[in-house]
């Protein structure tokens, strides 16, 4: 199993910023999908959830409304779409596959002006 986060940057408060995670050695489309995050000196914390087939999804409260997690099945990719981004956002975003208990390497987002 192998996930491999992209996508992390420096950005300024209010903008975007879409990161991916690429899936190999299992069959993506079986098994749901997270993103966490890990703030320094802080636990990490789960943000967003995707179930496989269905799709069905599940936010952290404080990214409802600004994140959208989305999976293509096809390109064994889970994606996570950032909009409106805030400094408390900054950390390291990592992919996570809750049933086979595999972890990306993380990609750093950082907000700040």
């Known amino acids: 199993v192998h996930l491999v986060e992209s996508g992390g940057a420096l950005v300024q408060p209010g903008g975007s910023l879409r990161l991916s995670c690429a899936a190999s050695?299992?069959?993506?489309?079986?098994?749901?999908m997270s993103w966490y995050r890990q703030a320094p000196g802080k636990e990490r914390e789960s943000v967003a959830y995707?179930?496989?087939?269905?799709?069905?999804?599940d936010y952290e409260d404080s990214v409802k409304g600004r994140f959208t997690i989305s999976r293509d099945d096809a390109k064994n990719t889970v994606y996570l779409q950032m909009a409106r981004l805030k400094p408390d956002d900054t950390a390291v975003y990592f992919c996570?596959?809750?049933?086979?208990?595999?972890w990306g390497q993380g990609t750093q987002v950082t907000v700040s002006s």
């Open positions: 996570h596959a809750p049933t086979l208990d595999a």
């Open positions: 050695g299992f069959t993506f489309e079986h098994y749901g």
């Open positions: 995707i179930t496989s087939f269905s799709g069905v999804t």
